[in-house]
């Protein structure tokens, strides 16, 4: 008897869509789910009706703020995450002795301090935002800086293979005062006020 693998393969296919599906569809039900606070006082009203079982998953929105904002070197910008990279930028040769640009990461550094949302009513303290699904931080300075090109220098390069063209460095920030809805956790509340 002979097994028809391509029939196989395709309901297995199948099978795993479907469970993709099916996950991504909970996803959704838990975001419908989520109780939305008006403002920070009705943050504390949920907390206070709903069942005392923590982690309670909440949606807020107010303005960024921190009492130790960072300050990014390039810009000037203030800020409560900073992201930095520094991106070598070279041409190098390949086998059919063409040149192909390329680029490596030589540093890439994240800091973030303490913050909270303020909506004007009171604050919520922020953790673990690194980490969330969708934060996209706004490029606050984005420089590129050309190698010194010698004599020197460039017999080297061209011994290795490489044309060292600059370094592109470049900072993202969540910048203070910056408007913000977040859906998450509400872990514990110490209080809530200014």
């Given at each position: 008897?002979?097994?028809?693998?391509?029939?196989?393969?395709?309901?297995?296919?199948?099978?795993?869509?479907?469970?993709?599906?099916?996950s991504?569809?909970?996803?959704?039900?838990?975001?419908?789910?989520?109780?939305?606070?008006?403002?920070?006082?009705?943050?504390?009203?949920?907390?206070?009706?709903?069942?005392?079982?923590?982690?309670?998953?909440?949606?807020?929105?107010?303005?960024?703020g921190?009492?130790?904002?960072?300050?990014c070197?390039q810009?000037?910008?203030?800020?409560?995450?900073?992201?930095?990279?520094?991106?070598?930028?070279?041409?190098?040769?390949?086998?059919?002795?063409?040149?192909?640009?390329?680029?490596?990461?030589?540093?890439?550094?994240?800091?973030?301090?303490?913050?909270?949302?303020?909506?004007?009513?009171?604050?919520?303290?922020v953790?673990?935002?690194?980490?969330?699904?969708g934060?996209?931080?706004?490029?606050?300075?984005?420089?590129?800086?050309?190698s010194?090109?010698?004599?020197?220098?460039?017999?080297?390069?061209?011994?290795?293979?490489?044309?060292?063209?600059?370094?592109?460095?470049?900072?993202?920030?969540?910048?203070?005062?910056?408007?913000?809805?977040?859906?998450?956790?509400?872990?514990?509340?110490?209080?809530?006020?200014?």
């Open positions: 008897m002979m097994i028809p693998w391509g029939g196989v393969g395709c309901c297995l296919s199948a099978a795993a869509l479907y469970l993709l599906g099916r991504s569809g909970s996803d959704a039900e838990v975001l419908r789910s989520v109780a939305r606070a008006g403002s920070m006082k009705d943050l504390a009203a949920i907390l206070d009706t709903a069942s005392k079982v923590l982690p309670l998953v909440v949606a807020i929105s107010g303005r960024v921190s009492d130790t904002p960072l300050i070197q810009s000037g910008m203030r800020g409560v995450i900073v992201e930095e990279t520094a991106e070598q930028h070279f041409l190098k040769h390949n086998d059919a002795g063409s040149w192909i640009q390329d680029s490596a990461v030589m540093l890439s550094v994240s800091k973030e301090v303490p913050w909270y949302l303020d909506d004007g009513t009171g604050r919520v303290y953790v673990g935002a690194r980490s969330a699904a934060l996209i931080l706004t490029v606050a300075s984005e420089v590129f800086e050309e010194g090109r010698t004599l020197v220098r460039g017999t080297l390069d061209y011994l290795q293979g490489l044309k060292m063209l600059g370094v592109k460095r470049t900072e993202r920030v969540l910048p203070t005062g910056t408007s913000l809805t977040v859906v998450g956790e509400v872990l514990f509340l110490l209080s809530i006020g200014h």
